[in-house]
């Protein structure tokens, strides 16, 4: 079983930043992401890594805002959000994969998730 816990979501005015942080534990991750889940709406992806595919994938529109970066040490993703729109309001999700190749968009790649962090961002 792996936990993952998320932590760094809040409430914050247009324009700011924010860094979200997710710590997995319990066994040896080859796969991590943030997907998000708006008041009403589906759960989306945003963006995440595949430590054995050495690639990141991102959501159109998050490219240019959002980076995410890991920690393998500490088994840890993060995703620095910069330039947060009224629309980024959500949920934040952290997901991980244990073994495979999927990394992504599709929620199914992910076998663990997160309880999840709000983002609020007032305009």
């Known amino acids: 079983q792996v936990q993952l816990v998320e932590s760094g979501g809040g409430l914050v005015q247009v324009g700011a930043s924010l860094r979200l942080s997710c710590a997995a534990s319990?066994?040896?991750?080859?796969?991590m992401g943030w997907f998000r889940q708006a008041p009403g709406k589906a759960r989306e992806f945003i963006a995440s890594l595949s430590w054995r595919a050495r690639q990141t994938l991102y959501q159109d529109s998050v490219k240019g805002r959002f980076t995410i970066s890991s920690d393998n040490a500490k088994n840890s993703v993060y995703l620095q959000m910069n330039s947060l729109k009224p629309e980024d309001t959500a949920i934040y999700y952290c997901?991980?994969?244990?073994?495979?190749w999927g990394f992504g968009p599709s929620a199914t790649d992910f076998g663990f998730w997160g309880p999840g962090t709000q983002v609020t961002v007032s305009s």
């Open positions: 997901a991980a994969r244990e073994g495979g």
């Open positions: 319990g066994r040896t991750i080859s796969a």
